[in-house]
């Protein structure tokens, strides 16, 4: 592939640039709507065109979205791509999943704890829901994958911690695979498990919590250690 | 801003996910080089300039990067840009460093752990290396941060779990950061607790070199927030 070259480069990536710090001085919240293309070139000293490039830079790195007849917005995790560590790049699927399963098993039962100590009432009610949706799709043979997601990523939240919010996406991922190679056969231990961490956060008592959700996440890797090998 | 029409964004995009497509079922790895234009023209059915257009896409994902005069390569982590998470959307820096620093004091005591039991005579060589180099450092008055970046990123690829090893750079954030807080107060209980951290696992004693890296991290965790009641 021949070079891009570096003037056409450096100009719309420097308007890029320019435009991020425009977001972050003017302190543009998410879903806040950036000034139409005229008033952001003469604020950056740009033509149109260039605006028109950078923005489809920031597009591409999820920082801005269009919507069609109404304008250009501030995306709701500005900068974070949809897979921002690049696990579609990595080839051996089954050890990403054992090493997410790793990194789970160290962060969520403190995850766990942080929320018996924090959860509002608000919250727990909304972790019972999603169990009930579980149990539900479980009963009625439908893939319940989605609601797993749910709970942990929920369990998560009420570690009211921001940047687990923006990290708990990434590692969850693993559950919709985790549950093709389990081929669901864990779900009745699952609903145990689930029930019992949101009983534990319910009455704030971080211990169990923790132990559950140690349990939880290591029953799991037994079993896709085991079928691995078998 | 005026929205980019559909036609002009799908062909770009469309084959921005054909060329993703591509590396993955050519199984490319970090610092594979791509064919040319006119080739990749051919194999994704698309005209030379609309390659260009997906490639910039590429290039701003960091999946690919140009090195001028030689060709197009896939990148070194493939898909993880430098701010994966958006920290420099985060408006309040002090709590994003707490938060951060909450995080690390719930991971690094399991990782320092695992690197006790994982860690090679290599590994353990370029810890003292560099643990030596922040010493230096400190004697001489001069900025250590990197350094102790480096002893923690070290301290986390012992563990041997490639997702620490994408999602570590990102929670190591905060020591530039949190050295700023701290006005390099804390250097010399650091030099001690890193050292004590690397003979444990040296020794393969993964209970002292969890235990030491809590005290170390909770230590700075403790002294920011002191630092910011006042």
Redesign the interface.
Known sequence: ????TFSE?SLS?YT?KQL?DF??TQ?LQPGDR????TE?GKALGVGRST??EA???L???N?IR????K??F?SQ?????D????F????NKS??IL??L??RS??EP??AELAAQNATEEEIERLRFFEGKLEEAYKKHMDHSEFDVSFHTNVAKCSH????D??YP?LIKTVPMTVEYTQGVLVPETIDDHVAIIDAIARHDGDTARSVMDTHIKRNIQFIKTANIE
């Open positions: 592939m021949e070079p891009i480069r990536e890029a991020i977001i972050i302190k950036l000034p139409n293309e952001l605006v028109r923005a489809k830079i597009i591409s790195r920082i269009i919507e069609r007849g304008g250009t501030v995790n500005p900068g974070v791509p897979d921002p560590l690049g579609q790049f990595v080839q050890q990403l090493e997410l790793q990194l160290i962060i403190s995850l911690n921001s940047v687990v923006l990290i990434v």
